[in-house]
């Protein structure tokens, strides 16, 4: 059973950055494919990034904005977030994806597991 553990989410004034981490527990990251999620009061459930054998994919909203890496060796992912928008307030999943090949990568249904998630706000 993989678990996934969230932190690094908070209150940051617009234009500021935060770092957000993904601890994985139960299973080596490295053959699978990672991502992160986020969810606005009211919204659906959208992709923001995703990292796959050093191949990283972004959501055009976020595009130039937010960079996701990962440590294999330390079962961590992160995603780094600049230049964040009263826009980008949402809570922040990680995901992880057994399929490290799908061309619908962006789909919340591709993910197997998920973490709990944290809270990012960001204030105008």
């Known amino acids: 059973q993989v678990q996934l553990v969230e932190s690094g989410g908070g209150l940051v004034q617009a234009g500021g950055s935060l770092r957000l981490s993904c601890a994985a527990s139960?299973?080596?990251?490295?053959?699978?494919?990672m991502g992160w999620f986020r969810q606005a009061p009211g919204k659906e459930r959208e992709f923001v990034a995703r990292i796959v054998w050093g191949n990283t994919y972004y959501a055009d909203s976020v595009k130039g904005r937010f960079t996701i890496s990962r440590d294999n060796g330390k079962n961590m992912v992160w995603l780094q977030m600049n230049s964040l928008k009263a826009e980008d307030t949402a809570v922040y999943f990680c995901?992880?994806?057994?399929?490290?090949?799908?061309?619908?990568?962006?789909?919340?249904?591709?993910?197997?597991?998920w973490g709990q998630g944290t809270q990012v706000t960001v204030s105008s």
């Open positions: 995901a992880l994806d057994r399929t490290t090949y799908s061309m619908t990568y962006y789909r919340r249904e591709e993910y197997d597991y």
């Open positions: 139960g299973r080596t990251l490295s053959s699978y494919a």
